[in-house]
Structure formats: structure tokens, C-alpha cells
């Protein structure tokens, strides 16, 4: 199975920049989507940028897109989204997903769901 842990997570200041990392273990190979989500709080859970592992296609959400790119380094098992010119309303939960389904934007795509890293963003 599957096991996702996020890392990189932290308190900046608008403008600033962090790195995100989610090391997988298991069998990376059965789930060729993988995301980032996060949840604000009172908020639902949205979708934030996704990749296939095999780093063909990616797709971002509006709010992100230019600022936050996702990207994987296979022999690590890992994937990564380097956040910069970050924002207050960019400060949530944030976690890592793996699934076998194709619609990278979609929640129900992701199966394997990683316990989340804290961005708190300050103005």
C-alpha cells in the first residue's frame, strides 16, 4: 500500500517562497496521478496542481498557476510543488495525493492521501 509523507511546511511571509516534498513508499507505479490539495480552514479542500508520475502532463489550479510549480523525481519517489510569491489566502493544509484515476483535478482520483504539511502565510 501506498504510504505518503509531506514535509516543507511552514510560516513565511507574503512574497516568500517554500518547497513542498511528499516521499512516497510502496508501489508508485500503480498510481500515475499525482496532486496537490489543501484545505484552508472553514473551507473545503481544493485542488492545487497535479502531475502523472511520468511528468507528461501537469495541470494547475487558476490560483496558483505561474507561481507554483509541481514536479517528481522518480529514483526519489517524491514529489515536490515549489511555491513562491506566496500569498495569505495560500495559507492551509496542504497534502500530497496518489491515485490511478485520470482527472488530475479531481479528489476521487487520488486513493493514497498523505497527512498534510501547515503553510501559514503572514501579511
Known amino acids: 500500500q501506498l504510504q505518503l509523507v509531506e514535509s516543507g511546511g511552514g510560516l513565511v511571509q507574503a512574497g516568500g517562497s517554500l518547497r513542498l516534498s511528499c516521499a512516497a513508499s510502496g508501489r508508485t507505479s500503480s498510481s500515475p496521478s499525482w496532486g496537490w490539495f489543501r484545505q484552508a480552514p472553514g473551507k473545503e479542500r481544493e485542488f492545487v496542481a497535479g502531475?502523472?508520475?511520468?511528468?507528461?502532463?501537469?495541470s494547475y489550479a487558476g490560483s496558483v498557476k505561474g507561481r507554483c510549480p509541481i514536479s517528481r523525481d522518480e529514483p526519489r519517489n517524491t514529489l515536490y510543488l515549489q511555491m513562491s510569491s506566496l500569498k495569505p489566502e495560500d495559507t492551509a493544509i496542504y497534502y500530497c495525493?496518489?491515485?490511478?484515476?485520470?482527472?488530475?483535478?479531481?479528489?476521487?482520483?487520488?486513493?493514497?492521501w498523505g497527512q498534510g504539511t501547515q503553510v501559514t502565510v503572514s501579511s
Open positions: 502531475i502523472r508520475w511520468s511528468g507528461t502532463v501537469t
Open positions: 495525493a496518489a491515485g490511478s484515476g485520470l482527472a488530475l483535478m479531481s479528489s476521487s482520483s487520488y486513493d493514497a
